[in-house]
């Protein structure tokens, strides 16, 4: 499974997020949407130009916003 994970390291939901995604195991690509420009506009093309994180994107070009422990879970 193929992971991409766009957040920023002050917010309380991507961490909840990366941790959920560590303790299952599931290897994933994490990127700072205020340390790289080109994923910020990634983010902003997905949701229509709102930067809500985590931003959560499978391979297949899925996605789930800000999801919550069940939602991902539910996901993976």
């Known amino acids: 499974m193929k992971l991409t994970v766009y ?25 700072d949407v205020e340390a790289d420009a ?3 506009r990634r983010v902003r093309e997905l949701q229509d130009g709102a930067r809500r ?9 899925s996605f789930l916003v800000e999801p919550s422990d069940e939602e991902l879970s539910a996901r993976l």
């Open 7 to 31: 957040g920023a390291s002050w917010c309380p939901d991507v961490k909840r997020s990366r941790a959920l995604l560590d303790r299952e195991g599931v290897e994933y690509a994490y990127v």
């Open 38 to 40: 080109e994923a910020e």
């Open 53 to 61: 994180i985590p931003a959560i994107v499978w391979a297949d070009g």
